[in-house]
C-alpha cells in the first residue's frame, strides 16, 4: 500500500485556497507525493494557475494578469524535484511557451482534458510524460492512449474498473477525485497506481493505517 500514490488536488484545498503556493506546501506537509494544479495561459503572455473557464463573464485566456488573483506557473518552479506536480493544462496553443518555462522542471507530469494538446507535446519529443484526463470512458483506451502519446491516465473516480485498470498495462492510472476511504481502498484494490484528492493529509493517514 506504500506505493499507492497520494496528489492533492489542487494542492490541499479544504486547508488553504486552491491553487496557491500555500495550498501546494500543505499538501507536501502532510505527507502527499504531490499535487496537481491546473494551467492557463492569459491575454498578455503571463501563464498562471487558475481552474474556472471565465471571471465575471469574462473567458479567463480573454484577460490580463493584473485582473486576475492567481499564481503565475513560474512559482512553481520551487517544487521541482519536491514532489509530482501533475500539471493539467487547461487549453492546448502554447506549447512552445510551456515547455520553455516547465520543460527543465524534475518529476513532473503534464495532462489535459485536451488530447490535441497531449499529441502536440507528444510530437515534441518532451522530456516529461503526459498523461490523459479523462470524463466518462474511451472506446480501446489503450490504443488511444498510445497513439496520443499518453502514459499516464486520470480518469473520474466513478468510472475506474477493474478491467480498465488491467486494459491498459503499465499505464499508470491516477483517478481524481475519490475524497473517502471507502473509494480510496477500492482505488488500491483494483491496481491504480494512486488518486488525486481535496483531502491529501487525511489520505496520507489512512494510507498508514493500512
Not at 483506451?141 to 473516480?157: D, E, H, K, N, Q
Amino acid at each position: 500500500m506504500l506505493d499507492f500514490l497520494i496528489f492533492g488536488h489542487r494542492g490541499s484545498p479544504r486547508r488553504f485556497p486552491e491553487n496557491t503556493v500555500d495550498s501546494f506546501e500543505e499538501a507536501l506537509r502532510s505527507g502527499a507525493d504531490g499535487f496537481e494544479t491546473d494551467l492557463r495561459l492569459l491575454a498578455d503572455g503571463v501563464a498562471v494557475l487558475f481552474h474556472d473557464h471565465e471571471l465575471n463573464g469574462e473567458p479567463v485566456e480573454s484577460l490580463p494578469f493584473d485582473q486576475l488573483r492567481a499564481q503565475r506557473v513560474s512559482d512553481l518552479a520551487r517544487f521541482s524535484g519536491r514532489g509530482t506536480m501533475i500539471l493539467e493544462v487547461k487549453r492546448g496553443g502554447w506549447e512552445d511557451k510551456l515547455i520553455a518555462e516547465i520543460g527543465e522542471w524534475s518529476n513532473i507530469v503534464v495532462a489535459s482534458f485536451d488530447h490535441a494538446l497531449i499529441a502536440s507535446l507528444a510530437k515534441r519529443r518532451v522530456k516529461f510524460p503526459l498523461g490523459l484526463t479523462i470524463e466518462g470512458t474511451i472506446a480501446d483506451l489503450p490504443a488511444y492512449a498510445r497513439f496520443v502519446g499518453a502514459t499516464w491516465i486520470f480518469p473520474g473516480f466513478r468510472h475506474v474498473t477493474a478491467e480498465l485498470v488491467r486494459s491498459v498495462g503499465d499505464m499508470r492510472v491516477v483517478p481524481w477525485t475519490p475524497n473517502r476511504p471507502r473509494d480510496w481502498k477500492r482505488l488500491a484494490d483494483i491496481g491504480c497506481a494512486g488518486v488525486i484528492t481535496d483531502v491529501p493529509g487525511e489520505a496520507v493517514e489512512w494510507r498508514k493505517a493500512q
